[in-house]
């Protein structure tokens, strides 16, 4: 018995570091690669073309052109800028071949925009293979806030969801341990830990996805690679512990009779 209870206090800790960390650095991103992008932007917004088109990639060179640089800088808010933040950065490597992608929210005086690099690093030389531009009707903390108000009743039903169900799964197994039961029980611990199936939601736009084959331990969680990053809650179906309580009665009967048949052969024995 206290090995189960160590095992479950240790999932427990182990899952709720998972579900409420945020997104760790990546070892592949350096501050260097950074400031190298906040850079190129930096001359974009400055109109600096040469600079620009310099760094551009052989293969997407004949589609940045002047003319479109131009197009994209009408997506800027009007007015100075006042402060620049990156607020996500993703790299891989493959081979010879180095790929980094850059976010950062500016504000400026007329509002807030979003603007992300793309650089390549291969045989020693570093380009550029993508430049967006694009305005927010607010900063991303604000537009990714946690709240209640102005949502789907998808929003409510998931959030419910993600709550309700790792209480229950919970209860479950803390009944499930305290059950009197001689087979099986690890299995049964483990089905009760694991929810089937699962609904993905974004909490900022809505947007969800449904996935029959899916395993979440404890039936939900909710995570954010960041700050600026939406909310993404995560339900799945207690199908384990649902069985476990239908099942319940009949296993301890079970079990029940075991002991009385047990019993009655030790006294058998001891008889003859």
């Not at 206290?2 to 990546?26: G, M």
């Not at 929003?155 to 499930?176: E, G, K, N, Q």
Request: aromatic letters at 10%.
């Amino acid at each position: 018995m206290k090995c189960i209870l160590k095992l479950l206090v240790f999932t427990i800790l182990i899952y709720s570091q998972l579900t409420s960390a945020e997104l760790s650095e990546n070892s592949l991103i350096s501050q260097e690669d950074a400031n190298f992008a906040q850079n190129y932007i930096g001359k974009f917004m400055q109109k600096d073309s040469d600079y620009v088109i310099s760094l551009v990639d052989p293969e997407l060179a004949d589609e940045l052109t002047p003319e479109l640089l131009e197009k994209i800088l009408t997506h800027l808010p009007e007015g100075n800028l006042l402060s620049t933040e990156l607020i996500g950065s993703e790299a891989q490597a493959t081979n010879d071949t180095w790929i980094g992608n850059f976010i950062f929210e500016y504000h400026f005086e007329g509002g807030w925009a979003l603007a992300n690099a793309a650089i390549k690093r291969s045989e020693g030389k570093t380009t550029i293979i993508g430049l967006n531009v694009y305005k927010t009707l607010a900063s991303q903390k604000e537009l990714n806030r946690f709240t209640l108000s102005d949502k789907s009743h998808l929003h409510y039903l998931v959030l419910a969801m993600t709550i309700i169900s790792p209480i229950f799964i919970l209860i479950t197994l803390v009944v499930c341990i305290r059950t009197p039961l001689q087979k099986r029980k690890w299995l049964w611990i483990l089905f009760i830990l694991f929810s089937v199936g699962a609904i993905k939601l974004n909490w900022t736009t809505g947007a969800y996805q449904v996935k029959l084959l899916s395993f979440q331990l404890f039936g939900g969680g909710a995570v954010s690679a960041s700050e600026h990053a939406p909310l993404i809650l995560t339900a799945g179906f207690p199908l384990g512990a649902i069985i476990f309580w239908f099942k319940r009665r009949s296993l301890i009967g079970q079990n029940k009779k075991t002991e009385q048949n047990q019993l009655e052969l030790k006294e058998s024995n001891n008889s003859v």
